[in-house]
């Protein structure tokens, strides 16, 4: 059985056991998370999938914290030809692992 969900402007494809990085939650690690924006369930067995309409009502899926972290730096540098106009920025995105636990249709 898998879902999809929504979290943080995106949207993941989800199984049970999976480990996916989302956005920052503000979450501590080890504590669980339920994500209730369930948007479409289907299951392995060849069955029609179930879409919302946005969200699927009572559905939601629990989730395990696993580490929240940040990821590799983004330069960003702008540049303007013969002007001498140099600018340089680092950006680093915090994140989320969480492990899938269950799928609560």
């Known amino acids: 059985m898998y879902a999809i969900i929504e979290t943080g402007g995106k949207q993941f494809r989800v199984s049970e056991g999976d480990i996916i990085s989302v956005e920052k939650l503000n979450v501590s690690v080890g504590e669980n998370y339920v994500f209730d924006r369930v948007l479409a369930l289907a299951g392995d067995d060849g069955a029609e999938p179930v879409f919302g309409t946005p969200v699927i009502e009572g559905a ?13 730096k983004v330069i960003i540098y702008k540049y303007k030809a013969k002007k001498g106009y140099h ?11 969480v492990k899938i636990d269950k799928i609560n249709a």
């Open 60 to 72: 939601n899926v629990a989730a395990s914290v696993l580490l929240n972290g940040k990821e590799k």
């Open 87 to 97: 600018k340089k920025k680092g950006h680093r995105q915090p994140f989320t692992k």
